[in-house]
């Protein structure tokens, strides 16, 4: 049999022999759970019965595939793991499908394929199906990567982001912003004298900890595209309520500071990929912090807010209450801040 070529051509989605091979010597290698490997249109796999599943989906364009911290595959199964894991779901398994930009490097994806896989391993969970379609030349930048994801929701879980209440408390599970600087920076070829790595990181660990010690917990978010001001605005509409943020409690690390206040972004609407805020009843707040803390990613886990009445007759309901006592109006994103950083 002759060598696999050293880039990605038109006939590896042909669905014929060249498609055969790429999906055995590539995918099955990388993944190689027992539900792929049976080679089936749709993965065959057990869902405890609890009469209730969790399923999101995402896709993957970012630019560039590689960055510091991780890569395009890692960043695909971690965002939805990451999803799933916010409804409070045991998070089972992923599909992934890939479209393939003819000439990609082969090596280029099995470097990708083999950070899913480790990704997957971390996280607990199984990708027991995918699909491969590659473009002509110019079609796409690269690869893009779909992954959706499945768990099961235990009895008596109910988390929504409608679910906040006065007197609440806000979590956030780490540093501010290392994702969409680390991308930024290496788009750009910026360097700094500390290095940006991205956060990406699987966080359904983390978000069971949590959901152990302080079973009353609200809602949990992944702040991504937008940023934590995103997310908490999102919570206060949703609920109807208004949240304070101390912004001296916010986690962010002095490399990201810096880059943010020498560009001109606003580090509260950065996008992050292994950060998680969770909104909890007062008196678990302690209890749910100590959990984050002692959880994988979560050592600079804090505080960061509280949940108060909305402010009557006003739309902006998420302020930051700064170092010199003043407080600022904290508002979602407008328009696009880093194109494609997921």
């Not at 590539?26 to 190689?32: D, L, N, Q, T």
């Not at 595209?225 to 509409?237: D, I, K, V, W």
């Given at each position: 049999m002759p060598a696999m070529?050293?880039?990605?051509?038109?006939?590896h989605g042909s669905g014929g022999q060249m498609m055969k091979r790429i999906i055995d010597?590539?995918?099955?290698?990388?993944?190689?759970?027992?539900?792929l490997l049976a080679g089936n249109d749709a993965g065959v796999a057990a869902l405890p019965a609890?009469?209730?599943?969790?399923?999101?989906?995402?896709?993957f364009v970012v630019t560039p595939h590689f960055f510091p911290g991780g890569d395009i595959g890692r960043l695909a199964v971690c965002g939805t793991v990451n999803d799933v894991a916010t409804s409070g779901a045991h998070v089972r398994y992923l599909s992934c499908g890939f479209i393939l930009e003819e000439g990609f490097p082969l090596a280029g994806l099995r470097r990708i394929c083999a950070s899913m896989a480790e990704a997957a391993r971390e996280a607990g969970v199984s990708i027991i199906t995918g699909d491969t379609k590659v473009v002509e030349r110019g079609g796409a930048d690269g690869v893009y990567i779909n992954t959706a994801g499945v768990g099961e929701v235990p009895a008596g879980i109910e988390l929504s982001g409608a679910s906040c209440k006065p007197g609440d408390v806000v979590l956030l599970s780490g540093t501010l912003g290392d994702h969409g600087i680390a991308i930024m920076s290496q788009r750009e070829g910026l360097s700094f004298e500390t290095a940006i790595e991205s956060d990406a990181a699987p966080l359904n660990h983390l978000i069971a900890a949590v959901l152990e010690a302080a079973p009353h917990t609200r809602c949990f978010r992944d702040p991504t595209?937008?940023?934590?001001?995103?997310?908490?605005?999102?919570?206060?509409?949703a609920s109807n309520v208004s949240i304070e943020v101390d912004e001296e409690a916010v986690p962010v690390s002095p490399a990201v500071r810096g880059a943010c206040e020498m560009l001109g972004y606003d580090v509260f609407q950065v996008a992050n990929e292994g950060k998680m805020v969770a909104v909890v009843p007062a008196e678990e707040a302690n209890a749910a912090l100590a959990a984050m803390q002692g959880a994988p990613y979560?050592?600079?886990?804090?505080?960061?807010?509280?949940?108060g009445e909305p402010h009557e007759g006003a739309h902006a309901q998420v302020r930051v209450r700064t170092a010199w006592g003043a407080t600022r109006v904290l508002d979602m994103l407008v328009g696009e801040q880093l194109p494609r950083i997921c």
């Open positions: 070529p050293d880039t990605v051509l038109l006939g010597e590539v995918f099955y290698e990388a993944f190689g759970s027992p539900e609890t009469g209730r599943i969790a399923l999101s989906t995402d896709s595209r937008g940023g934590l001001a995103s997310t908490l605005n999102e919570f206060a509409a979560g050592a600079n886990a804090a505080i960061i807010g509280r949940v």
